[in-house]
């Protein structure tokens, strides 16, 4: 390979997303790692985090 090929950076953005577009926080893992924790110590910020109705 010539050094003109390999690349060893890329240039990114940083992204801001729009306040009014919600996005899913989607928590999966083995059981008993603390994930019903975690979603009541979010679901605790209701101005933030609310639940999905299904």
């Known amino acids: ?18 306040a009014s577009h919600k996005r899913p926080i989607v928590l999966i893992g083995p059981p008993n790692i603390g994930r019903h924790e975690l979603r009541q ?4 910020d209701s ?5 999905a109705i299904p």
């Open 1 to 18: 390979y010539d050094n003109d090929e390999v690349l060893t950076y890329e240039e990114v953005a940083l992204y801001y997303p729009r």
């Open 41 to 44: 110590r979010l679901m605790q």
């Open 47 to 51: 101005e933030r985090f609310a639940a």
